[in-house]
């Protein structure tokens, strides 16, 4: 084998902004290219119920010994309640195996090895458009992805129609790919009608659905965003969930998150999560612990629970607010385009609906950076930046 033989690999364009970015000099640039939520001031702060959680855990660490392949057992079972709900049935009758894993990417990449070792043939279906890494982690599994219609760029809607006349054709051995909110990149979600439809589609079709919860809490609520989780797990025998403690606790260079499969039956779940336990040995045998930690401190404890509830309203109104906020400065520059689109969605991202060279250009003339396909994160506006940002949209169109 020899390694002069290889061939670069594309740049990922985000990163490539970034690098951009910060050897731009312009006085009023603006990053709208990373997904990471940013207060006023531009920062990523660590939230105070982490703090406090973090120096219970430096008082109380005794070991630094692997804790095991599926993770902290209190964290597994906190994150499934917090996921599904502690009532829910799935929960109630013993059908829920969750392992924590290293990031939501890795819980992406647990399920994708996991599907795999059930069904060598499956095909994954994915939401056209869906998070730009989706498609590389379930290829790199070997696993064959297709796409189901998702998003109207031209109208700025759901093509729910087109959706489900395409998910009728599934197979029932195949597996479905769902964002449970705050949808990565449109920031156009399901309405709690369209999530009962889909969930009697799986029902009916026979397809497993696997659910992406990146944002919760970072839509409409804790419970809120949950809704599409526990609508499905109350219809369907067979669900995998993959969710993510990065956004709503801030832990992003922590790397934790969870994969929690649902079986039809508590014997059923305990075969499947044998199998789960086997990919996540053969990937990477034990998950990183202080996350899990953190997050585990702060869901035991009623007022640390209380606090990130309060620290994650402030940066889902933050969020919220600047799509407002955005809107309202375009119609105030007297814009005749139509925006109102942006402050219908949720969570951190949205496409501009701007042209290629139109982002090319706002780029070059007003220092904005976003990826081509004009999606922007939404947390990168501010009270200090948003009328310029608006004036140089204005500009450009």
């Given at each position: 084998?020899?390694?002069?033989s ?11 902004l ?120 379930f ?9 189901y ?16 006349a ?71 025998s ?124 706002i ?9 081509d ?25």
């Amino acid at each position: 084998m020899k390694f002069d033989s290889l061939s670069p690999m594309p740049a990922d364009p985000i990163l490539g902004l970034m690098t951009q970015y910060r050897q731009d000099s312009h006085p009023q640039k603006i990053d709208l290219g990373v997904g990471v939520y940013k207060d006023e001031a531009g920062n990523t702060p660590i939230l105070a119920c982490v703090k406090a959680a973090e120096q219970h855990r430096i008082d109380t660490e005794e070991t630094k010994v692997y804790i095991g392949p599926t993770g902290s057992a209190d964290f597994n079972s906190l994150i499934s309640e917090l996921c599904f709900g502690i009532t829910h049935q799935v929960i109630e009758q013993n059908r829920v195996r969750t392992v924590s894993t290293p990031g939501g990417t890795g819980a992406l990449r647990v399920a994708a090895d996991f599907i795999k070792r059930v069904n060598p043939n499956a095909v994954i279906w994915v939401s056209d458009p869906t998070w730009a890494n989706h498609t590389g982690l379930f290829e790199a599994a070997g696993i064959t992805v297709k796409t189901y219609p998702y998003y109207d760029h031209e109208n700025k809607t759901l093509k729910f129609e087109e959706m489900l006349a395409c998910l009728e054709q599934v197979s029932s051995d195949d597996v479905v790919l769902l964002h449970a909110c705050c949808h990565n990149p449109s920031g156009m979600d399901l309405t709690q009608a369209q999530w009962d439809q889909i969930a009697v589609l799986a029902k009916d079709k026979g397809f497993t659905p696997l659910i992406d919860m990146a944002y919760q809490g970072f839509g409409d609520g804790v419970d809120a965003d949950a809704y599409g989780v526990r609508k499905v797990a109350d219809t369907v025998s067979n669900l995998i969930l993959c969710s993510s403690c990065s956004k709503n606790f801030g832990l992003y260079r922590e790397r934790i998150g969870a994969c929690s499969i649902v079986g039809k039956d508590a014997n059923a779940a305990d075969i499947a999560f044998s199998v789960l336990l086997y990919v996540v040995r053969c990937i990477y045998s034990m998950p990183p612990a202080h996350g899990a930690a953190i997050v585990e401190t702060i869901l035991a404890s009623q007022e640390l629970k209380q606090q990130w509830l309060d620290e994650l309203a402030v940066m889902r109104n933050r969020i919220n607010g600047n799509r407002q906020m955005l809107v309202d400065q375009l119609k105030a520059l007297g814009v005749k385009r139509d925006f109102s689109f942006i402050s219908n969605q949720k969570g951190m991202f949205s496409f501009l609906g701007i042209t290629p060279d139109q982002v090319a250009e706002i780029q070059t003339k007003h220092s904005v950076y976003m990826v081509d396909s004009s999606r922007i994160s939404i947390a990168g506006i501010g009270e200090g930046n948003v009328e310029y940002l608006a004036k140089s949209i204005a500009d450009i169109l």
